[in-house]
C-alpha cells in the first residue's frame, strides 16, 4: 500500500495504456455486482438484522478473497476517495473505479430485480432513513460507520505491520457485519454510496429521498479515514512494531 509521490503518477494518465487497468475495472464490476446481488437480496422476504449483517459482511469477505489480488477489492466509492486521499491510487484510477462500481452496482440490482420472485420485490434492499432519524443524524451515522470501515481496511492492509495476524479479508468483513448490526434500523447501514445507487435506479423516483446522504456520509467517513490513517496511523517506515521488540527480546536469551 505504498503512496504516489510524483505528479504524473498523483494523475496517472499513463495507466490508461496499462491492460492492469482494465483487469481491475472488470473485478470492480464485477465484486460490485455480486455486492449488491447477494447482499442486497438478503434484504428481500424477511427483514431480519443479523441475516443482513451478516450476508454483508461475508459477501465483502468472499469477494476480497477472490479479487483482492487484481483490484484491491474497493467495490465501494468511499474506500477507493480514502485510497485516492492516502495517495495510493492515482486520479484516473480513482474515477474509472467508482463509475464501474455504479455501474456494477446497477447490473446487480437489475439481476436482483430479475431473478427474485416478484411478491419479494417491495423494494430491493434500498436503504432509506428511519422515521424518527433526522438527515443530519443519518449523515453522522453513514459517515462513522464508513470511517470504521476504511480505517479497518488500511489498518489490515499495512504493508508495514508485522503484528496483523489472520484473515485481511475477513477482518474487513467483519467490521462492515458490526456496523450493519449498530446501523441496519436506523439508515439501512449502506457504507457504500454505490450500493444505495444500483437499487435506487432500478427502483424509481420513491427511493431517491435523502439519497445524498448515502453519499456524502460515506465519501467524507472514507475520506477521513484515509488522510488519518496515512498521515498519523500509518507505521513509520523502518519503525519496530511490538511485536518486533518481543522477538528480540526472545532472541537474545
Known sequence: MGKLNSCSDIIGAQELTSLGLYKALAAEFIGTLLLVLVGCGSCLGVTNTTRIALTFGLTVATIAQAIG???GCHI???VTLGMLMARCTSVVRAVLYII???IGAITGAALLYGLVPSSFVGSLGNTGL???VSGGQGFGIEFFITFVLVLTVFGACDDRRSDVKGSVPLAIGLSITACHLFAVPLT???MNPARSFGPAVMMGDDYWNDHRVYWVGPLGGGALAGILYSYLFRQPKGALTTNDIEIG?????
Open 76 to 78: 465501494n466509492p468511499a
Open 249 to 253: 527480546k526472545q532472541d537474545r536469551f
Open 130 to 132: 428511519n422515521s424518527a
Open 69 to 71: 489480488h487484481v483490484s
Open 100 to 102: 464501474f462500481q455504479c
Open 188 to 190: 439501512g447501514s449502506s
